[in-house]
C-alpha cells in the first residue's frame, strides 16, 4: 500500500510512520506534510518534535502526546483508530528508521495486521552537514559516514560495533545519544582520532534555539559539561571538518574525466 494511490480528500484507514526531520517545519519531506494535513489521528513524540510541525493539521484531527507513554499505551490506540476505519500518522523525530524505536512498532502492528507504511525523513546528521557548509565524504580524505551511538541506559551496542573499534577507520563518524556519556566517547574516540580532529556539537537541529559549536575532539566533553547538554545532542567527528575550504576535487565533474553521459575533453 502506498500513499500515492489515495485521494487528496482521504487516506487509507492505516498507520503513516513519519519522519517529522530535526525540527525545523521546512525540512518536512512533502509527503510528509500531506499525510499530516488528511490524518485524522496524529500520535507525535511531543518531547523530539516541536509542535509548529503540527501548524498545518486539519483543525478536527486528533493530536496526542506520547512524550510520556509507553509503547503498550500508544499502540492500542493506533490499532483502535484504524479499525474504526482512521488514518493515524506516527510522528518520529529525525528519520524513523534510525534511532527511532520503530522496530517493535513494525512488528507487533505486523502481528494485529495493521497497515502501515514508513516515510522517511531527514536525519539531524544530514542537517548537520548542511547547517556546516562541509560535505562528510571528500574524495581523498574521508568517504565512510559512521552513524553510531554509545551504549546508554535504554540501549546497548553489541561488542563489534564499540566505538573505539569504529573510531579506529577514522571516518565521519555521527554520534547520536552521547551527551550524558560525553567524557566516556571523548576517550574512546581520542584513542584513534588525533586530539586536535574537529568535532561539531549540534543542539536541537532545527529548532528555535538551535546551537552548535566547532571545538577539537579534546575539547568536546568540556563544551557539553559547560553548556549543560544532557539530550538532543548530535556530535560529528570528522576529517572533513577540517578541510572545509580546501581545494580537494572530485573527478565526478572534472572536464577530464569520462563516463556514460559524457566524453572526456
Given at each position: 500500500?502506498?500513499?500515492?494511490?489515495?485521494?487528496?480528500?482521504?487516506?487509507?484507514?492505516?498507520?503513516?510512520?513519519?519522519?517529522?526531520?530535526?525540527?525545523?517545519?521546512?525540512?518536512?519531506?512533502?509527503?510528509?506534510?500531506?499525510?499530516?494535513?488528511?490524518?485524522?489521528?496524529?500520535?507525535?513524540?511531543?518531547?523530539?518534535?516541536?509542535?509548529?510541525?503540527?501548524?498545518?493539521?486539519?483543525?478536527?484531527?486528533?493530536?496526542?502526546?506520547?512524550?510520556?507513554?509507553?509503547?503498550?499505551?500508544?499502540?492500542?490506540?493506533?490499532?483502535?483508530?484504524?479499525?474504526?476505519?482512521?488514518?493515524?500518522?506516527r510522528l518520529h523525530s529525525g528519520d524513523p528508521t534510525l534511532y527511532g524505536a520503530v522496530h517493535e512498532q513494525m512488528q507487533a502492528?505486523?502481528?494485529?495486521?495493521?497497515?502501515?507504511?514508513?516515510?522517511?525523513?531527514?536525519?539531524?546528521?544530514?542537517?548537520?552537514?548542511?547547517?556546516?557548509?562541509?560535505?562528510?565524504?571528500?574524495?581523498?580524505?574521508?568517504?565512510?559516514?559512521?552513524?553510531?551511538?554509545?551504549?546508554?541506559?535504554?540501549?546497548?551496542?553489541?561488542?563489534?560495533?564499540?566505538?573505539?573499534?569504529?573510531?579506529?577507520?577514522?571516518?565521519?563518524?555521527?554520534?547520536?545519544?552521547?551527551?550524558?556519556?560525553?567524557?566516556?566517547?571523548?576517550?574512546?574516540?581520542?584513542?584513534?582520532?588525533?586530539?586536535?580532529?574537529?568535532?561539531?556539537?549540534?543542539?536541537r537541529l532545527g529548532w528555535p534555539d538551535e546551537q552548535m559549536w566547532v571545538v577539537p575532539l579534546q575539547e568536546m566533553a568540556a563544551?557539553?559539561?559547560?553548556?549543560?547538554?544532557?539530550?538532543?545532542?548530535?556530535?560529528?567527528?570528522?576529517?572533513?571538518?577540517?578541510?572545509?575550504?580546501?581545494?580537494?576535487?572530485?573527478?565526478?565533474?572534472?572536464?577530464?574525466?569520462?563516463?556514460?553521459?559524457?566524453?572526456?575533453?
Amino acid at each position: 500500500m502506498t500513499t500515492d494511490a489515495i485521494s487528496p480528500e482521504s487516506l487509507e484507514p492505516a498507520v503513516y510512520i513519519v519522519g517529522a526531520g530535526p525540527g525545523d517545519p521546512e525540512l518536512l519531506t512533502v509527503k510528509a506534510q500531506n499525510l499530516l494535513a488528511r490524518a485524522d489521528v496524529i500520535l507525535f513524540a511531543d518531547s523530539l518534535v516541536p509542535s509548529q510541525i503540527l501548524a498545518g493539521t486539519r483543525a478536527d484531527a486528533e493530536i496526542i502526546r506520547t512524550g510520556h507513554k509507553t509503547l503498550e499505551e500508544m499502540l492500542p490506540v493506533m490499532i483502535s483508530r484504524v479499525r474504526e476505519g482512521r488514518s493515524v500518522v506516527r510522528l518520529h523525530s529525525g528519520d524513523p528508521t534510525l534511532y527511532g524505536a520503530v522496530h517493535e512498532q513494525m512488528q507487533a502492528l505486523s502481528e494485529a495486521e495493521i497497515p502501515f507504511e514508513v516515510i522517511p525523513g531527514i536525519s539531524a546528521f544530514q542537517a548537520a552537514a548542511a547547517k556546516l557548509k562541509v560535505e562528510l565524504t571528500v574524495p581523498e580524505l574521508v568517504q565512510t559516514i559512521i552513524l553510531t551511538r554509545i551504549s546508554g541506559a535504554a540501549s546497548s551496542v553489541p561488542p563489534a560495533e564499540e566505538l573505539a573499534s569504529l573510531a579506529a577507520h577514522r571516518a565521519s563518524l555521527c554520534l547520536y545519544l552521547a551527551a550524558r556519556h560525553a567524557q566516556k566517547a571523548q576517550d574512546k574516540l581520542t584513542a584513534h582520532y588525533p586530539a586536535d580532529t574537529p568535532v561539531a556539537v549540534c543542539y536541537r537541529l532545527g529548532w528555535p534555539d538551535e546551537q552548535m559549536w566547532v571545538v577539537p575532539l579534546q575539547e568536546m566533553a568540556a563544551v557539553t559539561q559547560g553548556e549543560k547538554l544532557i539530550r538532543t545532542t548530535l556530535y560529528v567527528i570528522s576529517p572533513a571538518l577540517a578541510a572545509r575550504g580546501g581545494k580537494t576535487r572530485s573527478r565526478l565533474y572534472h572536464p577530464e574525466h569520462e563516463h556514460l553521459f559524457r566524453r572526456s575533453r
